[in-house]
């Protein structure tokens, strides 16, 4: 499974026109707070870069073109892009959650907005049943990550997608973890795409950034009005770096899951291993779904280390070309213990639930040389 031929074109000319003033072929970085007026109210399409800016318009264009979508918003973060889609909710409102989900976005539900009466239910998604059975006349969205984090489960968009429409509810899907390149969510029924784009999309651990792709004009308004109104928008230069990262998102992307893949494979057979997770071996549970619904399996993998907490410490300090950090997508290749680390905002209760303990570690696989990495971590398990 690989890139789509026409998506390496793609990505190279997302969004970007040659500057009609100059012929510059890259977008020019317009570092403006305000923009001249000829008369109130009469300008050249800018008036305030809250409200909107020329580079990241050009963005926003290709944002939109990376998910086959009419539109595309940008955001200072990815929880600020997922603010925006809860913030077009009214109180009483539900919502459905994918119960493996990243921490940040549960904390956001669950300790912010929680206090404005809206309502969150964590369940299994992938149990159609439940989830279906979980449906209420207040439900106003189903929120899917897929794969999840950090157990890379992977949830059936189309058949979700079914349930939502009965239930008259909006599906949003983040595609974090695939990236637009190996899974496309309005394909399989999806009204809002979410991404932290500070990771595959930015690619470079250099950027903290979010985007919102929606086909419908109408929520495209709903959601643009509170990007203006909240202001939690991108700088010019965070929207030129972007652009320049997507370029070579293709590129990046394939190796990702080419090294994703030999990690996978070389974990499993490792006798210090109990499990490994990734949506591209045969053994996982929902291998049939992703195969059908993916078209490649990106650079996460996690497993379960055998031994106590101790011994995955030992493990985390010795590794010398992953590094102990948090996030993920970036070039360089990183590891993270999501107990103590991106999912220690979750409930212990639900963490013990879920299966993220102290023995689970999350690798996100760069674009270095797969045997560089499979014998760093042959090194640390050794």
């Known amino acids: 499974m690989n890139v789509r031929a026409a998506d390496f074109t793609k990505v190279v000319h997302a969004g970007v026109e040659a500057d009609p003033r100059t012929g510059a072929i890259m977008t020019p970085i317009f570092q403006t707070s305000t923009y001249v007026q000829s008369a109130p109210n009469e300008h050249k399409g800018w008036d305030y870069s809250r409200a909107g800016n020329p580079t990241r318009d050009a963005l926003e264009v290709a944002f939109a073109a990376l998910e086959g979508a009419r539109h595309g918003l940008a955001f200072s973060s990815g929880l600020a892009a997922e603010q925006a889609i809860i913030q077009i909710l009214n109180p009483g409102d539900h919502v459905l959650v994918c119960d493996d989900v990243y921490g940040g976005t549960g904390r956001l539900f669950r300790r912010l907005f929680a206090k404005y009466n809206l309502s969150f239910e964590f369940i299994d998604m992938?149990?159609?049943?439940?989830?279906?059975?979980?449906?209420?006349?207040?439900?106003?969205?189903?929120?899917?990550?897929?794969?999840?984090?950090?157990?890379?489960?992977?949830?059936?968009?189309?058949?979700?997608?079914?349930?939502?429409?009965?239930?008259?509810?909006?599906?949003?899907?983040?595609?974090?973890?695939?990236?637009?390149?190996?899974?496309?969510?309005?394909?399989?029924?999806?009204?809002?795409?979410?991404?932290?784009?500070?990771?595959?999309?930015?690619?470079?651990?250099?950027?903290?950034?979010?985007?919102?792709?929606?086909?419908?004009?109408?929520?495209?308004?709903?959601?643009?009005?509170?990007?203006?109104?909240?202001?939690?928008?991108?700088?010019?230069?965070?929207?030129f770096l972007l652009l320049r990262s997507i370029k070579t998102l293709a590129v990046r992307m394939e190796k990702h899951a080419a090294n994703g893949m030999e990690v996978a494979h070389y974990l499993k057979t490792h006798p210090k291993v109990a499990q490994v997770f990734f949506p591209g071996l045969p053994e996982h549970p929902q291998y049939a779904i992703a195969k059908r619904q993916m078209r490649g399996f990106s650079g996460m993998v996690s497993f379960n280390l055998k031994g106590n907490y101790d011994d995955v410490v030992r493990f985390l300090q010795k590794l010398e070309v992953f590094s102990l950090a948090e996030s993920l997508g970036g070039v360089e290749s990183l590891v993270n213990h999501p107990e103590k680390m991106t999912h220690a905002s979750v409930p212990e209760e639900m963490r013990r639930h879920l299966g993220i303990g102290s023995q689970l570690v999350r690798l996100s696989c760069g674009i270095e040389s797969a045997e560089d990495l499979i014998k760093d971590l042959k090194r640390a398990l050794a």
Do not use: C
């Not at 059936?156 to 349930?163: G, N, Q, T, W």
């Not at 969510?185 to 950034?209: L, N, R």
């Open 126 to 239: 992938t149990d159609l049943v439940k989830l279906e059975a979980a449906l209420r006349p207040e439900t106003k969205m189903i929120w899917v990550e897929t794969p999840t984090n950090p157990l890379l489960k992977v949830i059936d968009i189309e058949a979700v997608s079914r349930i939502a429409r009965r239930g008259k509810a909006l599906l949003v899907v983040d595609n974090t973890f695939a990236s637009p390149l190996f899974q496309s969510p309005f394909e399989w029924g999806a009204d809002i795409v979410v991404h932290s784009t500070t990771k595959y999309i930015g690619g470079h651990s250099d950027i903290i950034g979010g985007a919102v792709m929606v086909n419908d004009d109408a929520l495209h308004e709903q959601i643009k009005f509170v990007q203006f109104a909240g202001g939690a928008v991108p700088g010019p230069f965070e929207a």
